[in-house]
């Protein structure tokens, strides 16, 4: 009987190709909407969650504080109020794992006739246990090499790329500021950072080198800001309020005097990113689904008509025996199948335009089988839910009244 009643669905939507069609593109533009969005939702999101991983995990951040010269204030990290001693002396701090303080500047890299503008960063070795970096090609230097002053760097991998091509930079000399510097090392990949900075456009040198051949700064133990990496998520609370201690102690400020540094809980950052692209997702998910709603109007409207148009085979069906249950089934079974086809064609459609968006705007799109099965799922509840009133319909109709029907 299920399979006569499948059979009789067909029949009739094949009988009304183009209006059939219609009635389906609703559906089709919506589920091919909702799947394209939810791909690059969950693409942003992926690439934020990557960004977050490749920063590192626990991680504090302290920036100098503010000066102010001639009544001119400048913003955070403008007084050299940091340094070296500082960061041996956070390291005493309970639960941190390991703490590397940073200096940064852009500087011209030159190695022969190429040349690079990139980021040069002098830290310590434990800057790379920190960030979790790898090194994919040579060695990263050591606290030997550090406290020597060494003139070594580490490359990242577009630096590589761009300066060297496809040889081997290892035991090659670059020039920094006319400093020469022997590659010992390539970074693994990070990507982009949250601030949307390409993390393998770095160059990493010892800071005590950075410190005696860059910077050309009088205040040459001051650095520009401190990293340090706690134990566990659960023991951030407490390193926060350590570090803040330990800080103004060394800084002598008074009880009631501000803090002249900042201190950032990058992984509080980086969780409320990630929560954020996460309601964008479902935000872009759910309005794209407004347009299967009117999908489903769609189907209604057209399943009213098509009741309508065949009152009088209705009124012969139920003269012949046809029970009000079977009548009401074969329309309902017309609304899933009109829903379903538009669902499996709006697949194809979402599938291809959300890659289509990813080559031409540089995106990341990530299409996965739960968005799928979610959309066949809605556009059956959808048949159903809008389809069950004219199927409804038709199977109270009075066999004698739908005969007469002209």
Not at 104 to 114: E, H, T
């Amino acid at each position: 009987m299920w399979l006569v009643m499948l059979r009789e669905a067909l029949l009739a939507l094949r009988a009304n190709r183009m209006r059939s069609f219609l009635t389906m593109l609703g559906m089709i533009i919506g589920v091919g909407s909702v799947i394209a969005m939810l791909a690059i939702g969950q693409g942003v999101q992926a690439r934020v969650e990557q960004s977050i991983k490749s920063m590192g995990s626990n991680l504090f951040i302290i920036l100098p504080g503010a000066t102010s010269a001639n009544g001119v204030r400048t913003g955070s990290g403008g007084a050299p109020n940091l340094t070296v001693e500082d960061a041996r002396a956070l390291s005493g701090t309970r639960e941190v794992l390991a703490v590397a303080p940073v200096v940064q500047s852009n500087s011209q890299v030159i190695y022969g006739a190429q040349n690079w503008n990139t980021t040069v960063i002098g830290s310590t070795a434990d800057y790379f246990t920190l960030r979790d970096w790898s090194v994919s090609e040579g060695y990263a230097f050591d606290q030997p090499e550090q406290q020597a002053a060494a003139q070594v760097a580490l490359i990242g991998k577009k630096i590589a790329s761009n300066l060297f091509g496809d040889e081997s930079p290892i035991g090659e000399t670059l020039r920094i500021r006319n400093v020469p510097f022997q590659v010992i090392g390539v970074l693994g990949s990070k990507g982009q950072s949250l601030d949307g900075r390409d993390q393998d456009d770095t160059v990493v040198i010892p800071i005590t080198t950075a410190q005696r051949k860059l910077t050309g700064n009088r205040f040459r133990t001051s650095v520009r800001m401190i990293m340090i990496q706690a134990e566990s998520e659960q023991a951030m609370p407490r390193v926060e309020q350590d570090l803040r201690d330990t800080l103004r102690q060394r800084h002598r400020l008074a009880e009631d005097a501000d803090d002249d540094f900042t201190l950032q809980n990058l992984t509080a950052i980086a969780k409320t990113a990630a929560e954020t692209t996460a309601i964008l997702s479902l935000l872009l998910g759910a309005i794209a689904g407004i347009s299967l709603l009117v999908g489903g109007i769609g189907i209604m409207n057209i399943m009213l008509v098509s009741v309508t148009e065949r009152t009088r085979e209705i009124g012969i069906r139920m003269a012949i025996g046809a029970r009000p249950g079977a009548i009401r089934m074969q329309f309902l079974l017309e609304a899933v199948m009109i829903s379903l086809v538009g669902c499996l064609l709006g697949v194809v459609v979402g599938v291809v335009g959300a890659y289509a968006a990813a080559m031409a705007f540089d995106l990341l799109v990530i299409v996965t089988m739960s968005s799928m099965l979610l959309a066949f799922g809605v556009a059956g509840a959808i048949g159903i839910f809008f389809g069950f009133y004219p199927a409804n319909r038709a199977a109270q109709l009075k066999p004698i009244e739908a005969l007469r029907f002209q």
